[in-house]
């Protein structure tokens, strides 16, 4: 394929990236030393470079849902708050320092006034930023690392989370408890100690996405496989099951260890969902980064990037073709091969320069792909 354009304007190397849906080519990457670079595809060079980390590797940025002219960005401890009108300054607008050790991904909700910080203590802040407050603490789901976190934009009070324990957890931040834990490091070989199923990273498709697609979530895991799971039909069969002990009277009278262990389910459990791996021509290392295609048609591709110095991206939509089986190896749709280790990846809605790759050195790199 076409060599990639090269975005130069880090001073460090490139931490994560994110792209306007709204304003198409639009992009922002940011950097180990704490700034944030913004480019218009449009155009040839930098727009303009913002110095907000102070020095902090800053780890996730998010725009506001509705208003991309606020931009929510965690580094260390901390999540900041700004207003893109206001260049000249860089005036900080809110902050919140309501995590206690260094957050891995921040989310905000499509549909409400939620954002979600989720740390290294493995717990998720969730944050009322119209009331600017701490609304709720989320614990007790993983006992390490928890590395990414996705609201569900069709539900009003679910949110799911990854951690380093190789744990998707599906919660009820309204109550503060978990609704399912599936744990993809409890197979029946009694776990892993080579390239572990951490997960590394989550997504969830759009609300336009979701008619089509169905309410899923893509896993990226540390052995190299990408996971599509059907939250819906997950949540669906635990409300079923809880009805029927609710009938009996036995849950209020369960212990928290046991409900949490009832609500689990371990990876060979798990027939109905896509799984993505080598065999099917998939990443032979921990996949870093996930995402669905905005370009096109919404949610069509999901592409990877992983530490094995690739980007894969999958036409997973084949699989639920009728007439198709979903062990066909024929999803994957390219290959891209770079020099070194994938960082963070994001898609445009543009019809070319749509895929933007931040690897583990300062410049960018955009790729068209379709």
């Known amino acids: 394929m076409a060599e990639p354009r090269r975005l130069r304007g880090n001073k460090a190397a490139a931490t994560c990236c994110i792209a306007s849906r709204l304003r198409p080519g639009l992009v922002a990457t940011a950097a180990e030393d704490g700034s944030i670079c913004w480019y218009d595809l449009r155009c040839k060079d930098m727009l303009f470079s913002m110095n907000v980390g102070n020095g902090t590797s800053i780890s996730s940025l998010c725009f506001k849902p509705g208003n991309e002219d606020i931009i929510y960005v965690s580094a260390g401890y901390e999540v900041k708050i700004f207003d893109l009108n206001m260049t000249a300054s860089w005036k900080l607008l809110e902050s919140y320092n309501y995590n206690k050790d260094e957050i891995n991904q921040i989310a905000c909700h499509s549909k409400s006034s939620f954002l979600a910080a989720a740390d290294d203590t493995g717990d998720v802040k969730i944050i009322d ?26 539900r009003s009070w679910e949110v799911i989370t990854g951690g380093l324990d190789s744990k998707l957890v599906m919660w009820d931040f309204s109550k503060g408890r978990p609704n399912k834990i599936i744990d993809f490091g409890s197979g029946g070989d009694g776990g892993q100690c080579y390239n572990p199923a951490f997960i590394h990273a989550l997504v969830v498709p759009e609300l336009d996405m979701v008619d089509k697609f169905g309410k899923i ?40 260890s046991a409900i949490s262990s009832s609500y689990s389910q371990s990876e060979d459990q798990i027939d109905k969902n896509l799984h993505l791996d080598y065999t099917k021509g998939g990443h032979v290392a921990a ?10 048609e919404k949610g069509k591709f999901i592409v990877s990037g992983g530490n094995d110095k690739s980007v894969k991206v999958w036409d997973w939509s084949k699989s639920f073709n009728p007439g198709r089986t979903s062990n066909s190896n024929d999803l994957l749709s390219l290959n891209i091969s770079l020099s070194r280790k994938v960082n963070w990846l994001c898609t445009t809605p543009s019809d070319s320069e ?7 050195s300062k410049v960018v790199k955009v790729y068209t792909i379709g």
């Not at 709720?136 to 569900?152: D, M």
């Not at 870093?288 to 370009?295: A, D, G, I, P, Q």
């Open 129 to 154: 930023i119209h009331q600017r407050c701490l609304y709720k603490t989320l614990r007790a789901g993983h006992n390490t690392i928890c590395s990414s976190v996705q609201f569900l934009p069709w």
């Open 217 to 256: 979530c893509a896993v990226a895991r540390g052995d190299g496989v990408v996971n599509i799971i059907n939250i819906e039909s997950e949540l669906t069969s635990i409300k079923s099951r809880n009805s029927g002990k609710s009938k009996s009277g036995s849950i209020k009278s369960t212990s928290k």
């Open 287 to 296: 996949v870093s980064s996930v995402t669905f295609s905005l370009f096109g």
């Open 354 to 360: 749509n895929l933007v790759v931040c690897d583990t």
